[in-house]
């Protein structure tokens, strides 16, 4: 069992920075580790996701180049460096824990409870 807590997110312009935090109660170096997002009345959304063992990472098309997504597995923490944020980037962001390197919400067994993020104009 793994429980994850996100923090890190707050309001911020557009073009600006942010890092946001996962930390872990439990050991996650067996675990892809993943990042997605929601805005209100939409799905939740991929945004970038890491293997097991930090050697890989893929992000959603909205964010690659402006997003890294890093993994301190002596911490248990994982991080999104968010850069040159913009509008479209404002949701509620979530933590998520799985055994499989994919995108999709049903490949993650475990998530946080999410930190919001906003972007102003």
């Known amino acids: 069992q793994v429980q994850l807590a996100e923090s890190g997110g707050g309001l911020v312009q557009a073009g600006d920075s942010l890092t946001l935090s996962c930390a872990a109660s439990?050991?996650?170096?067996?675990?892809?580790m993943a990042w997605f997002r929601q805005a209100p009345g939409k799905e939740r959304d991929f945004v970038a996701a890491i293997n097991s063992n930090g050697g890989m990472s893929r992000y959603s098309d909205s964010v690659e180049s402006r997003f890294t997504i890093s993994r301190d597995d002596v911490q248990n923490t994982v991080f999104l460096q968010m850069n040159k944020l913009k509008p479209e980037d404002t949701a509620v962001y979530y933590c998520?824990?799985?055994?499989?390197?994919?995108?999709?919400?049903?490949?993650?067994?475990?998530w946080g409870q999410g930190t919001q993020v906003t972007v102003s104009s």
């Open positions: 998520a824990a799985g055994l499989v390197f994919y995108k999709t919400v049903l490949s993650y067994s475990y």
């Open positions: 439990g050991t996650l170096s067996a675990y892809a």
